[in-house]
């Protein structure tokens, strides 16, 4: 079982950069891949980024790419969010999941294919 807590949301001005933490319990850790996805008051839980296993192999949804960067440290049994130039319609709790299976963009990319979900950390962005 794979326990996570994410760190590092708060408020930022547009323009502004965020870099979202999430810690992971177990030592299974790296068997995991790992997916960040966000939710905006009134509106479904969406996909933002995800990396494999080995830390490998990265994806994002259209509209972060560029912007959003995620990356993953298994010693330490970490994985990050670096948000650039944010925009206010980034604001939203944003998740980190752990997904055991299988590693192709198009699974990854699926909230229902995680086994594991943080709380979600807020991130606010003002205009």
């Known amino acids: 079982q794979v326990q996570l807590v994410e760190s590092g949301g708060g408020l930022v001005q547009a323009g502004g950069s965020l870099r979202l933490s999430c810690a992971a319990s177990g030592r299974s850790f790296s068997r995991y891949a790992m997916g960040w996805f966000r939710q905006a008051p009134g509106k479904e839980r969406e996909f933002v980024a995800a990396?494999?296993?080995?830390?490998?192999?990265?994806y994002y949804a259209n509209s972060m790419k560029g912007r959003f960067s995620i990356s993953r440290d298994n010693a330490k049994n970490m994985v990050f969010l670096q948000m650039n130039s944010l925009k206010p319609e980034d604001t939203a709790v944003y998740y980190c999941?752990?997904?055991?299976?299988?590693?192709?963009?198009?699974?990854?990319?699926?909230?229902?294919?995680?086994?594991?979900w943080g709380q979600g950390t807020q991130v606010t962005v003002s205009s």
């Open positions: 999941a752990a997904e055991y299976g299988i590693e192709s963009e198009r699974t990854l990319a699926r909230e229902f294919n995680y086994d594991y």
């Open positions: 990396i494999t296993r080995s830390g490998g192999s990265t």
